[in-house]
């Protein structure tokens, strides 16, 4: 039953007569050939039922090869590779002749798609095509940017032959997956009010989902444009539109409430049955100050659910009202169908940027359970009868400053999660900091965005990948990752069938640990692993694949 | 010098300087990327101390006839950029500022942040894409009825010296602070009491000895308070940092020193004699006990109150 499920999309692909399109029927399978969308599949889930890979061979795991990705209008042809195919020539795309430069190098800390055995990587204003079998760039494609937030790029999205991906200064960009030929560009928010897109784009059936972020107080929103000619179906904004609506009680105004961020900037996740589309939304903004919007401020800093078809929101749920501390509640939700109190049900998963984690039943948004996962948190008074924490509002910003934990980068950020149904266990890589908070602005008025505070981390106590039972709540186990200074940052993770959890260290290791135990059973030190692992199948080989800043390194057995 | 030069950095940035270094610091020590921050972060302290006379000695110099080639396009810094404005000429500027006030601001709010029914227009999507006027005259001469604003009798002109007020003033999501806050709100005496009582401050540290002086040291309150907080701890992504390592090998050998990395694999220091050493570990083997003498700073940080902080902040800024 299970081999006949993954010829499956093999077959189809067989008649298709364009061997690089994307099947959407990969869409909606565990990811095993292929890596087709940002968390390899719609559930969040980062787990892999392959396991060729596995405990007991998992020592032999050895280095296939490394790809390097310099972003930037083209490098010159590489002296060392005269006879070689060398790179080719960059395809440079853009509305401007000269862009604007952009300090730092390449950062890969997104999803890379795996479909047809060519993979597709994204670095801000950038995106390759690579063999997935040696690491050879096929195309690369840069986007002369006009400035924006150069934060990083999450990934692209796949539609049939077509690859699309956001640029910092507001565009998304359709390429073909073929030849990285440009087919169209669009702009999708204004670069005027300082957006900045940085979202992978979801394609869900003929929708595809792209999110964009602010921080000059311009609401958040998600558009979904039709894959094949970029025309837009319809566009949900995180804040009510007109005072009146569902949720604008919770705004003093509607000029707080049109100026409220939460902006959309991390991948959601996807229940074909109920055909809801979950994601977080990012923090309201003035980000420090509540004084200009009183009350709960929805739907910022939640997780919403939409239909797909029509962006109407179907449930939200707020883990942090009225969000002082810029925590957003942009994680990856994760969907598992379980058990919870005896009864089955359809859950959804969350450890959130504010140390809490919560499961949600994901048809209707009812609040099951909330628990701190972290030791430090200190910026609650306990949880209201919807299971959200209560906000201290001492512990806002003030001119002497206030000792919060979790700091604004939180006790978790982008980085996914992973949930292993082997196990029944959550696994999210953490650290316990805090942080000074100090306004700084004297005219609450005067304040916009991120502005008007300094923050500084002064200690942390500590950085671990942890284990929690979603039933209970309960922390199954802790793996400290001890570091000399601060270490890395949380590390993204996925599990396999295989036994294994795949992640990051606070030194730089990709690590593989036993998913019961947290003990680690390989490694191999890049100096940072700065996405979440992803795995496939390919010619019979089950490929590892890591980024660490500019380089992708793809492991595999030695046979 | 390191700790005070990060405590100035962290000051003293944006917060998009911090975002950007934030994900920069998350490279591991010894990564290129770090490498680069250090330098540039010495840079920055550098450049701190020069200060005005590196501007005064850049004015100075002569000018040179190649000074008509256009200007380079400035980097972008720390990885977030939008355009700003060029400057408008300050009467227009001062002539649009007494327009608002007289028109405008009674809806706006005189410092065109809203008032009583007019939006907040520093922030509006018409006044950001508007480049010289000629939205918001669409706007002034039509009025919005249908948000109750009335139309207003302003030529194209006296509304584009409008503009000009609106466009003059900053707008940034990551912005500076525009003015000063006295972060200095505790009780000297109240603080006194706690370093010496239940704080228990006077068992590790003495007024004349370590902290001697600590308050001419930092001129910036907050990088005391943040320093009391730390234990002076920030230098450690950057430095070997206060953490040392004993390890205890196979054979029976102890080896002694700075920790200067550590994970699950590998144990290494820098001993006495400024050698390196590093050890690949294998579970309980060898022995490492590591010693963090601010492990009391960060067990502090979950009891501590903020008052406690302020006073003791208040008392020893009085440490001259």
Known sequence: ?559 | MLLTEIDFFLQTSAPADRLHWYERRCQPVGADLDREVILYRVNLFLLSLLGLGTIALIAQQPSTPLQDKPAPIPEMPFGSSYPTRAPADPVAVQHGRQIFSANCSFCHGSDARGGEGGPNLIRSQTVLDDKDGELITTVVQNGRPDKGMPKFDLTAAQVATIAAFLHSIPVGGRAQSTGTVDPLVGDPKAGQAYFNGPGKCSSCHSISGDLAGIGAKYTDIRALQNAILSGERRGELVEVGKKTVTVTLPTGQVVEGKLYQIDDFLVSLIDANGDYHSYPRHGAVPKVVVNDPLQPHLDMLQTLKDDDIHNLTAYLVTLK
């Open chain 1, 1 to 559: 039953m299970k081999q006949t499920l993954f010829l499956l999309p093999a077959l189809l692909l067989g008649t298709v007569a364009f061997a690089q399109g994307l099947d959407p029927v990969l869409l909606t399978k565990p990811a095993t050939d292929a890596w087709p969308t940002y968390s390899g599949d719609y559930s969040g889930r980062r787990f892999s039922p392959l396991t060729q890979i596995n405990q007991t061979n998992i020592k032999d795991l050895s280095l296939a090869w490394v790809s390097h990705l310099t972003p930037g209008p083209g490098a010159p042809p590489s002296p060392f590779f005269r006879n070689g195919p060398g790179n080719p020539r960059t395809i440079v795309g853009g509305e401007i002749d000269e862009p604007v430069p952009v300090r730092g190098a390449g950062h890969i800390s997104g999803a890379v798609l795996q479909v047809n055995g060519i993979l597709y990587i994204s670095e801000p204003d950038n995106a390759w095509a690579v063999d997935a079998r040696d690491g050879t760039i096929l195309w690369h494609y840069f986007w002369k940017t006009k400035g924006g937030t150069h934060i990083g790029n999450r990934g692209m999205g796949m539609y049939k032959d077509w690859v699309y991906f956001e640029t910092p200064d507001d565009y998304l960009v359709s390429l073909d997956a073929k030849t990285g030929k440009e087919r169209w560009h669009k702009v999708i928010s204004d670069f005027n009010q300082q957006y900045f897109s940085t979202i992978a784009p979801i394609v869900i059936g003929n929708h595809l989902l792209v999110g964009t972020a602010d921080d000059l107080d311009a609401p958040g929103f998600l558009q979904s444009f039709d894959p094949e000619t970029g025309e837009l179906q319809w566009k949900w904004y995180s804040e009510p539109e007109k005072m009146g609506d569902p949720g604008s009680e919770t705004w003093p105004n509607l000029d707080a409430m049109r100026h409220g961020g939460a902006g959309t900037w991390v991948p959601g996740s996807y229940d074909p049955d109920l055909h809801l589309y979950y994601f977080g939304t990012a923090n309201p903004t003035p980000a420090f100050s509540g004084a200009t919007r009183e009350g709960d401020d929805l739907y910022t800093s939640s997780i919403v659910a939409l239909n797909v078809d029509t962006g109407k929101l179907a449930w939200a749920f707020q883990p942090s009202p009225h969000d002082t501390h810029d925590w957003d509640a942009a994680q990856t939700p994760v969907i598992v169908d379980g058990t919870f109190a005896g009864k089955p049900r359809k859950l959804l998963l969350d450890a959130s940027r504010n140390g809490y984690f919560f499961v949600l039943d994901r048809t209707t948004g009812e609040h099951l359970l909330t628990v701190p996962f972290a030791d430090t948190l200190n910026w609650s008074t306990g949880l209201d009868k919807l299971g959200r924490p209560i906000r201290n509002p001492n512990k806002d910003a003030s001119p002497g400053g206030v000792l919060v934990s979790p700091p604004s980068d939180g006790i978790v950020n982008w980085q996914p999660p992973t949930y292993d149904p082997q196990t029944g266990l959550f696994y999210v890589a953490m650290e316990e900091p805090y942080s000074e908070y100090y306004r700084t602005e004297p005219n609450v008025r005067a304040l916009q965005g991120l502005n008007g505070v300094q923050e500084q981390r002064v200690g942390n106590k500590g950085k671990y990948i942890i284990a929690i039972d979603y039933k209970t709540g309960k922390i199954v186990w802790r793996h400290l990752q001890p570091s000399a200074g601060e270490g890395a940052e949380n590390t993204g993770l996925t599990t396999t069938a295989g036994k294994l959890l795949f992640g990051g260290d606070a030194s730089g290791n990709l690590v593989a640990y036993d998913p019961a135990n947290g003990n680690p059973l390989w490694h191999t030190h890049l100096g940072r692993v700065s996405n979440a692992v992803e795995t496939y199948m390919l010619d019979g080989r089950q490929y590892i694949l890591a980024a660490s800043g500019d380089s992708l390194f793809a492991f595999a057995l030695n046979f």
